[in-house]
């Protein structure tokens, strides 16, 4: 697509510090790190989004960031993150998807917990009754 | 396995608010949710992370997150987060894989962007082609 940046990285207009590719995924090394080391895997075709990725894509890209987890502990990590964000109110900010594969390291001193736990809800059985209703598949 | 209450939640020992089932994962309200709507998914053979996770699994527990995050829109959410933490140091506290996918709103307030911002590493060329090497498969 054009004018996205992640499709430029993969056309090569961009570079990139790539650690895996193959036919249908690119993985690189993310340029403003939480932590040395993180990695961004993103499918070779542009899909904006967990809306819009087909499934082949999607597997290949959750495959792939349980590859880079695998080498990252041989590293020397000790866990990993994934995090991955769609749409700007889901604080999204490059429109190709992507999934962020984030090293850890003991008392590396992030807390993503604690976002999630500032922003708990309180809710009845019969909010939670009617909320499973809503989703349920 | 014995004593994992997701575990238990398969076996129907302790009850859920079931969104979703089929052969290989479950997916289910969070009881301490971080928006309304919280859900997460786990696949039915007990895996401890990423780094043990089978790909089948893998692959049916993130088709199960895309699946849920339409539901989702259809429902009326502006954006979702998909999380997912690995060991103690990853910030993991049950020790069954579990992928978060959480419902966001416009405005919700939060923020999982600040505290990544918050830990951004400064790496110059030297240092990420260092890093890209030993990550490199």
């Not at 697509?1 to 993969?10: A, D, Q, T, V």
């Not at 895997?41 to 349980?66: G, M, N, Q, S, W």
Request: charged share 30%; hydrophobic share 35%; with cysteine.
């Amino acid at each position: 697509m054009e004018n996205c940046i992640f499709c430029k990285i993969i056309k090569g207009e961009i570079p990139c510090y790539k650690v895996y590719e193959n036919d249908m995924v690119l993985a690189f090394l993310d340029i403003n790190p939480v932590n040395e080391g993180h990695v961004l895997v993103i499918p070779k075709k542009h899909h904006r989004d967990i809306f819009e990725i087909e499934e082949e894509y999607l597997c290949e890209v959750v495959k792939t960031a349980k590859k880079i987890s695998l080498k990252m502990r041989e590293y020397g990590i000790d866990g990993v993150n994934i995090f991955q964000a769609n749409t700007e109110a889901g604080e999204q900010t490059v429109f190709h998807y992507h999934m962020h594969v984030i090293p850890r390291k003991k008392d590396d001193g992030i807390n993503f917990s604690r976002e999630m736990l500032r922003h708990l809800k309180k809710m009845d059985p019969d909010q939670f009754e009617s909320m499973r209703k809503a989703l349920e598949i």
